[in-house]
C-alpha cells in the first residue's frame, strides 16, 4: 500500500490527487486492454493516469476517447516512453509521437516543442535503460528542459537510489513523480504522483512548479519475479548483442592459436 506522508508543499491530503504516470498496454508491451486499465485505475482512487507505451502513442489516444464515450471520471495524459540514446525518457502531454534512437538532448527538443513536459524514467539504476546522473546533469548544463525524476518505480534498484535521485531533483528544482510501470492493470497505482488538485491540467501545474511528491510500495520478493525477469532479459539482450560483435574475433582468436599449435 502507498506511504501516505503529508506532501512537502503543506497542502492538505484531502485536496490531494493521485495520478500514476508510467502505464504500458497491449498496445506496447503491456497485458491489458485500455478498459481494463482505466477500470483497475478508477478503482485505485485514481484521478490521472498517463499511458506510456513504448514509442508509440496510439494507445493512449485510445484510451482518452475510451474515457471521453463513457464519461468516466479519470483524465488521461498522453504520454510515450522513448527509447533515447542515454535510456527511457517519459514524454507527457504530447501530441506527435518522439522516436526512438535519438539522442537525449533531441528528444528532450522535441518534447518541449510540442509543449510536453519530460521525465527521466527510473533514473540513475545501473542499467543501460536508465538515464545517469551525468546525462541529466550535462543536458540540463546544455538548457534542456527536463521537469521531473521518476523517484518511485518498482525497477530493481530503484529504491537504493531514490535518496540520491530525490537529492538531485532538489539541486535542480525537478518534480518528483511515482509511476506504477505496470504492464499488467492489476499493478496500476503501486506507485503514485501526488498534487494538489485532480485534473490533468492541475497536475501539470503541479510538476511545473516541482510541488509533487511520490509514494509507493516496494515490490515483495513475489512481486519482483515478473520484474526481475523482464530486467534479466533486457540484460541477455544486451549480452546476446556483445556476443553477436564479440564472437567473430573471439572465434579468429582460437583458429589462429590451432593453426599455430
Ligand atoms: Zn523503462
Ligand atoms: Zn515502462
Do not use: Y
Request: with cysteine.
Amino acid at each position: 500500500m502507498p506511504n501516505h506522508q503529508l506532501p512537502s508543499s503543506g497542502t492538505p491530503l484531502l485536496e490531494q490527487g493521485r495520478a500514476d504516470l508510467h502505464v504500458h498496454s497491449l498496445h506496447s508491451d503491456g497485458h491489458d486492454a485500455m478498459a481494463i486499465i482505466c477500470q483497475t485505475a478508477m478503482a485505485a482512487g485514481l484521478s490521472v493516469i498517463a499511458i506510456t507505451d513504448h514509442d508509440r502513442l496510439d494507445g493512449a489516444l485510445e484510451a482518452q476517447t475510451l474515457v471521453a464515450a463513457n464519461g468516466w471520471p479519470l483524465e488521461i495524459v498522453v504520454g510515450e516512453e522513448i527509447g533515447t540514446q542515454s535510456g527511457h525518457l517519459l514524454g507527457l502531454f504530447l501530441s506527435e509521437v518522439v522516436p526512438a534512437g535519438l539522442s537525449l538532448n533531441q528528444s528532450l527538443q522535441l518534447i518541449a516543442q510540442q509543449g510536453g513536459l519530460a521525465v527521466a524514467a527510473h533514473p540513475l539504476v545501473p542499467h543501460p535503460k536508465s538515464i545517469s546522473a551525468r546525462a541529466i546533469e550535462r543536458s540540463l548544463a546544455e538548457g534542456f528542459n527536463l521537469t521531473a525524476l521518476e523517484s518511485h518505480n518498482p525497477t530493481p534498484g530503484a529504491r537504493l537510489r531514490r535518496g540520491q535521485i530525490q537529492r538531485l531533483a532538489f539541486r535542480h528544482r525537478l518534480a518528483l513523480t511515482g509511476g506504477s510501470d505496470a504492464h499488467s492493470a492489476n499493478l496500476i497505482g503501486r506507485a503514485q504522483t501526488r498534487f494538489a488538485g485532480q485534473s490533468a491540467l492541475e497536475l501539470r501545474a503541479a510538476l511545473e512548479t516541482a510541488t509533487t511528491s511520490s509514494e509507493g510500495s516496494d515490490q515483495n520478493l513475489l512481486g519482483l519475479a515478473p520484474i526481475m525477469l523482464r530486467f534479466l532479459q533486457d540484460l541477455g539482450d544486451q549480452n546476446e548483442l556483445l556476443r553477436s560483435r564479440q564472437l567473430p574475433a573471439a572465434l579468429r582468436a582460437v583458429n589462429a592459436r590451432r593453426r599455430r599449435s
